[in-house]
């Protein structure tokens, strides 16, 4: 692997987003930046997960998500679901139903609501496609940049 990775894949242009999951009794939601969307028609988003988050458990006994569009000012948020120790993330913020019942983070910049399509492995992650059923602006603002949380998810340290 080129030494070098961990600082310019930082240059790849990536927002921050909070997914949300849910199946028949639980709801959970990580942070994740690698999401992208994959096809106009049907509409399709890709987003790559760690397959031992608790999150991917719940995403692939529900097979609903929410990709949830975080705010340049919303670092804690990040942060928070980005922690792994905390079990109990959903208490203390502001969930609403989507049209499919999976949560929304009501403070996001705006979200997407969405159905499992298919998943694809791809090394130490695996690709989830989801089919886009709903989506809309919740807030004003800016949206976060990956390189805005330094190394929040500490990535510095995977590339070896
Ligand atoms: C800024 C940031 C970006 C992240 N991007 C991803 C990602 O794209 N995919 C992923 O699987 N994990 C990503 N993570 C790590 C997960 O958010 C983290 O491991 C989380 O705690 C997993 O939650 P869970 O085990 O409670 O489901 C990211 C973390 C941060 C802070």
Redesign the pocket.
């Known amino acids: 692997m080129p030494n070098n990775l961990a600082t310019v894949a930082k240059l790849l242009t990536?927002g921050?987003?909070v997914i949300a999951?849910k199946d028949d009794t639980r709801e959970?939601?990580?942070?994740?930046?690698?999401?992208m969307q994959v096809s106009f028609d049907p509409p399709l988003l890709a987003?790559?997960?760690?397959p031992?988050?608790?999150?991917?458990q719940?995403l692939k006994a529900g097979g609903l998500c929410s990709i949830n569009v975080l705010a340049h000012s919303q670092l804690p948020i990040?942060?928070h679901?980005?922690?792994?120790?905390?079990?109990d993330?959903m208490s203390g913020y502001s969930w609403q139903p989507a049209q499919s019942g999976v949560p929304v983070l009501t403070e996001a910049l705006a979200y997407f609501d969405c159905v499992l399509s298919h998943v694809t492995p791809a090394g130490d992650?695996e690709i989830v496609v989801c089919q886009i059923v709903d989506a809309g602006i919740l807030n004003n603002g800016k949206p976060m940049r990956?390189s805005d949380?330094d190394n929040?998810?500490?990535?510095d340290d995977l590339y070896r």
């Open positions: 990536h921050v987003y999951v959970h939601a990580f942070t994740a930046a690698w999401v987003f790559s997960i760690n031992q988050h608790y999150s991917y719940i990040a942060a679901f980005g922690d792994s120790s905390i079990r993330k992650h990956y949380t929040l998810d500490g990535a």
